[in-house]
């Protein structure tokens, strides 16, 4: 299936003119890699991200350049430090015959079998390598026969005829951890020192 991403060419004459194509609700894009030279465009933001929700961030795009259709993957962004929306975005066009480096997100499924542990995750993503058309959008890892001190490594992960994981196999994704106790305060008895006596004279009569 096709999946359209419409663009428009992008000036870099003025600095006013990417803030005015960011008012009218544009992110600057470069688009590079495969076949083509640099080429700077705007991709509408909502349409962007709706894209993105529906088909994952690993899709393949198709977008329209010069008159000629170029497949591309969404490959970096920036973010607003302050608002967190997309500031500029990358696209990587892509030979689909030719393999390609890209990380995956790593997702949890199942609930451990020992309900009591705590559930670490220490891995996020990996870097795998495949043809554009066959990079997944998630690897899963089941984590439902996970007991207490348990942990699931790389070489767990689902693997697949169509990619190939780069990561360490014995690199650790998860572990499943036994609850802390809390350790209650045990009450302490504080010395007091006496106080010290004031020794006086008796005052002399008169």
Do not use: C, W
């Not at 993957?73 to 967190?84: I, S």
């Not at 990619?163 to 350790?183: C, H, K, R, S």
């Amino acid at each position: 299936m096709t999946i359209e991403l419409k663009t428009k060419p992008r000036s870099l004459e003025k600095h006013s003119d990417v803030r005015r194509d960011r008012e009218a609700g544009n992110i600057p894009a470069v688009v590079y890699g495969y076949g083509i030279k640099n080429t700077n465009v705007n991709v509408d933001e909502v349409e962007l991200i709706k894209t993105l929700r529906e088909n994952g961030r690993n899709a393949v795009l198709t977008i329209t350049l010069d008159n000629k259709k170029t497949n591309v993957v969404f490959h970096d962004y920036q973010k607003h430090p302050l608002y967190g929306n997309l500031v500029h975005i990358d696209l990587l066009a892509v030979n689909m015959k030719e393999e390609l480096e890209t990380a995956v997100s790593i997702r949890l499924v199942g609930e451990p079998k020992a309900k009591a542990g705590v559930l670490e995750q220490v891995l996020y993503e990996v870097i795998i390598s495949a043809t554009p058309a066959n990079v997944p959008e998630t690897l899963e890892l089941d984590v439902s026969k996970l007991e207490i001190g348990d942990t699931l490594t790389v070489a767990d992960l689902t693997a697949g005829k169509e990619y190939t994981i780069l990561a360490d196999g014995e690199d650790a994704v998860v572990n499943l951890q036994a609850p802390q106790e809390l350790e209650e305060p045990t009450a302490g008895t504080v010395d007091v020192p006496e106080p010290e006596a004031i020794h006086g004279t008796d005052e002399e009569k008169v």
